[in-house]
């Protein structure tokens, strides 16, 4: 599959930005899709997944009841709605495909930069 984010910017504490990922590619329902998020000097950290067919989703302890996953099947799309926004949210985010029988994650987009200002 093939991963193209859009959608980062620059916004204040509190506020709100949503993630796109297009997806396109074969076998798209057999894959669980995520975003990621490096920040300056640290490891690559996953944020939120969900498996396109069923739509199970996970999130991190530190964005849970803030961020929001889903899918578009008929755009072939995954979002990303981020609400109440921190400084510390501020990273290079990343949409990743994994395979649903796969361990590691080998479809990547280019990364797009979120920025919170206090």
């Known amino acids: 599959v093939q991963l193209q984010a859009s959608g980062g910017g620059l916004v204040q504490a509190g506020g709100s930005l949503r993630l796109s990922c297009a997806v396109s590619?074969?076998?798209?329902?057999?894959?669980?899709l995520s975003w990621f998020r490096q920040a300056p000097g640290k490891e690559r950290e996953i944020v939120a997944s969900?498996?396109?067919?069923?739509?199970?989703?996970y999130y991190a302890d530190s964005v849970k009841g803030r961020f929001t996953i889903s899918r578009e099947k008929a755009k072939s799309t995954v979002y990303l709605q981020m609400n109440n926004l921190k400084p510390e949210d501020t990273a290079v985010y990343y949409c990743?495909?994994?395979?649903?029988?796969?361990?590691?994650?080998?479809?990547w987009g280019q990364g797009t930069q979120v920025t919170v200002s206090s």
């Open positions: 590619g074969r076998f798209v329902d057999r894959y669980f």
């Open positions: 990743a495909a994994r395979f649903f029988s796969a361990d590691d994650y080998a479809h």
């Open positions: 969900i498996r396109w067919a069923g739509g199970m989703t």
